[in-house]
């Protein structure tokens, strides 16, 4: 959470100066960066979980876990 910390502090200067504006660019482009690796290692996690549960023939259990995270995601 370190990175968004710094992109708020860095958003409310980015119009003073053009230095200001391209170290929050810089930040902002950090943090997308690490949201995405993140939610990459997020969906390879609930993958593999999955697909031990299919591999175990537990259908249900399988798509309990395949619904329960989307539906907590987006809510």
Do not use: F, P
Not at 32 to 39: D, F, I, N, S
Not at 41 to 70: F, H, M, N, P, R
């Amino acid at each position: 959470m370190g990175l968004c910390d710094k992109g708020r502090e860095l958003r409310h200067d980015k119009y003073t100066s053009l230095d200001s504006r391209t170290n929050y660019q810089k930040a902002n482009k950090k943090v997308r960066k690490k949201m995405k690796e993140t939610m990459e290692e997020w969906i390879e996690e609930k993958c593999i979980s999955i697909d031990k549960e299919i591999t175990a023939g537990s259908s249900k259990k399988a798509y309990s876990i395949l619904v329960l995270k989307t539906l907590t995601k987006t809510s």
